[in-house]
């Protein structure tokens, strides 16, 4: 017998349930039907399990972003009391129901900025799980967040350990932030190895189970550049006081560095949902029956440098960071168009890096920019990066003329 009254149940929108982190959010909230209840799904284009996510938890609405599925989704759920949305501006509008409690945050890349603005101008919490609204205009986004009043809770493992560590510090200035990376599955590798990996060796991580995206970015480096860009925003930090460690067992999972030199860490096995349901309880810890972590099973805990010199991507982000304005949206755009490119084997995974360099030394820089800049520069920051790639010499292509 629960002694949560219905009052107590967060009534939660997700945005990207049908990724990696969405799907576990809704592992999340069928554990604990006393304390969750989703009103509202969003997937951007896989309509199949969309739907099958609508029957198993019967939110009042569904949308899909990809407007060619929208009728199968329709149709599908007629027999519901579903209301079924579509398109990109229905999610943006529909964050905004009174009865919404919390919004999360999971949908890839740029996508997920405008609903994002359009929850916290509502007035919703936000548990934050997709970082590129952060990097993209994170001081549109915080600045926004105090007017409103409104809490940003982390998702991301590593920042909801810093956020962990930080409960009950509120007075005590961070001196520096550690965020731990796994290294990927390339890590300790040099630059000769990296020029011939497959789309196939980069996409098997480590540790933690992820979508394509932010695999790759995991193995590039690149995400936890996000995350760094992330960070300064969500607490409020210089370039100068976040650190980044190669830790390959993904046991701690970041740390926070006081001025008085005393340190605080956040560990436990590498399981998302951990943070999600963390974001969704809080300030409560929610009783689950997730593995525990054993000391014994790792008696060696190790920490290394990153190498910044074969894994350019991570000094590009520091470059970025330390430069403001629009750069870190040049970088994030840049990107996403980069591991597009990867994936659909048109570039090398060193290449990457090559196209994110040529953005931020091409592409207009802005010092102030406001929202329709960032919006603008995403756009010229794409449209670059696809011309630039589509003029990288190809070594097969090079020979063959009639082409």
Known sequence: MHNSTHNDIKIIAILGSTGSIGTQTLEVVKENPSLFKVVLLTGNANAALLIEQAIAFRPQHVAICDESQYPAVKEALAGYEIRVHGGHQAITELVTLPEINIVLTAMVGFAGLEPTIAAIKAGKTIALANKETLVVAGDIITELAQQHNVKILPVDSEHSAI????????????????????????????????ANVTREDALKHPNWVMGAKITIDSASLMNKGLEVIEAKWLFGLTADQIEVIVHPQSIVHSL???????????????????????????????????????????????FEQPDTKTFRNLALVFDALHKGGNMPCIVNAANEVAVAAFLHKK?????????????????????????????????????????FINNIPHKVLQFDTNN
């Open 347 to 387: 570039i090398g995974f060193l290449a990457m890096s090559d196209v994110i360099e040529a953005c931020m030394q091409q592409v207009f820089f802005i010092a102030r920019p406001n929202l329709t800049d960032y919006l603008n520069t995403d756009r010229e920051t794409r449209i670059f990066a696809h011309n």
């Open 256 to 302: 926070v560095q006081f001025q008085d030199g005393s340190i605080k860490a956040q560990m436990g096995l590498p399981d998302m949902k951990l943070p999600i349901q963390y974001a969704l309880a809080y300030p409560n810890r929610v009783q689950n029956n997730f593995k525990r972590f054993d000391f014994t099973a790792y008696p060696n805990l190790s």
């Open 163 to 194: 956020f962990q560590c930080l409960v009950g510090e509120e007075n005590n200035p961070i001196e520096k932030i550690i965020l731990t990376a796994s290294g990927g599955p390339f890590r300790g590798r040099n630059a000769e190895f990296l």
